[in-house]
């Protein structure tokens, strides 16, 4: 299926010739999986964001997963994250048989609040992981002090903010491990894929392990060794990601730079057409935060509620243009509501803005001619809903 001229996406990949080359290569070579092209990868990413190691692995989610084995989480541990996200970033609290502890949000960026994180911590808490919703880096240095102050471990969710920074230092650098989403609709993509960077070696060798079923050695050092003894020491998956995904990756990071430049444009011509309209009340981006820009998301002003984002959905829907919502707060999926204790969660700030969101097709390959016709959808959509 390819969508045609006239429906316009959310987010979408890029390939060129490149990337595809960089995957036949593979194909044709010895090592399918977990080989040089893994190792590259890793390598690539890692000098990208500026951090010593670097795991690939087969998603975001299996990401999530290394880190907070990692980090130490185990059962009965609480773990504080945000409501606003996708559920991944909570999920992998629950694999480890311990708590989610929803903090609040800041209602401008609907980032993590650092404040409502400091009221949430108690004797059991062992981690935060804190999400960069759409691409916007959070408040990573009151998060650290916070984290220092409590012996927590600051793992942040970085699937939507590759290639952004806070003063030209990335956020990976100031966690303790960062985590990467390489889906079709993030920055760059290997298909599926992921992975988890840290500054900590014994860290990311035990992540090295946990990926390969908690093996001690890989096929790769077995070969070089002319060995075949191995021991499983403890219970891991396989999260391994093949070669030729990697090599896609690597072919992908070489173009990253120009796509979040064309991002920012988007984010700019969408920022500027949208900023007299009373109907909006725009997210704020911090000062110092060059955002990545994953998602463009717009937010109706506070006199209107779900039923008008409802309309102005369909009517955008009806005009062909691919918008989504990012995202139901995570406590509000049906598996929450029965597997975990809701009740006591008061996240006021994620609940006064999360109903009026919407987000707007956002990707690097969208033509000036198809964000005017955003523009134009939006504007008559909101036009529809004042004129009722
Ligand atoms: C914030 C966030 N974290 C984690 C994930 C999970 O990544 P993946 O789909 O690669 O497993 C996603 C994916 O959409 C995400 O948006």
Redesign the pocket.
């Known amino acids: 299926m390819s969508f045609d001229d006239t429906f316009i996406p959310y987010g979408r990949q890029s390939i060129d010739d490149d990337d595809i080359a960089s995957v036949v290569d593979v194909l044709r070579s010895d090592w399918l999986t977990t080989g040089p092209k893994t190792a590259q990868f890793e390598k690539d990413i890692c000098d990208y964001v500026n951090v010593a190691h670097g795991v690939a692995v087969s998603?975001?989610?299996?990401?999530?997963h290394c880190a907070v084995v990692v980090a130490g989480v185990e059962e009965g541990d609480e773990v504080i994250v945000t409501p606003i996200?996708?559920a991944?970033?909570a999920n992998c609290v629950l694999y480890r048989n311990a708590m989610p502890v929803f903090a609040d949000v800041d209602y401008a960026t609907m980032l993590m609040s650092p404040d409502s994180v400091k009221q949430k911590i108690t004797s059991k808490t062992r981690a935060v992981i804190a999400?960069?919703?759409a691409g916007q880096p959070c408040d990573y240095m009151a998060l650290r002090q916070i984290c220092d102050q409590h012996d927590l471990v600051l793992i942040a969710?970085c699937?939507?903010s590759l290639g952004a920074d806070i003063n030209g230092v990335s956020p990976a650098t100031i966690a303790d491990l960062a985590?990467f989403?390489?889906?079709p609709?993030?920055h760059i993509t290997t298909g599926?894929?992921?992975m988890v960077v840290t500054n900590d070696g014994a860290r990311s060798e035990r992540m090295r392990r946990f990926r390969n079923h908690g093996i001690d050695v890989d096929h790769a050092q077995r070969a070089r060794e002319g060995a075949w003894m191995y021991g499983m020491v403890e219970l891991g998956f396989n999260y391994r990601m093949t070669d030729f995904q990697c090599a896609l990756g690597s072919s992908q990071l070489r173009k990253l730079d120009g796509w979040i430049a064309r991002r920012r444009e988007i984010a700019h011509m969408y920022d500027e057409a949208f900023s007299s309209l009373s109907a909006l009340e725009s997210l704020v981006t911090r000062s110092g935060v060059n955002h990545a820009h994953h998602l463009y998301v717009l937010r109706l002003s506070q006199k209107f509620n779900s039923g008008h984002r409802q309309e102005v959905f369909d009517s955008l829907r009806r005009q062909q243009i691919g918008v989504n919502v990012?995202y139901i707060p995570v406590y509000r999926h049906p598996y929450y509501q029965q597997n975990v204790n809701t009740s006591a969660i008061r996240c006021p700030n994620a609940e006064a803005g999360v109903d009026r969101i919407i987000s707007l097709p956002m990707h690097s390959a969208l033509t000036d001619a198809q964000i005017g016709r955003v523009i134009g959808a939006v504007k008559n959509a909101l036009i529809e809903l004042e004129r009722r």
């Open positions: 998603s975001g989610t299996a990401a999530l996200t996708f991944a970033s999400v960069d919703y969710d699937a939507h985590t989403s390489f889906h609709v993030k599926e894929g992921g990012h």
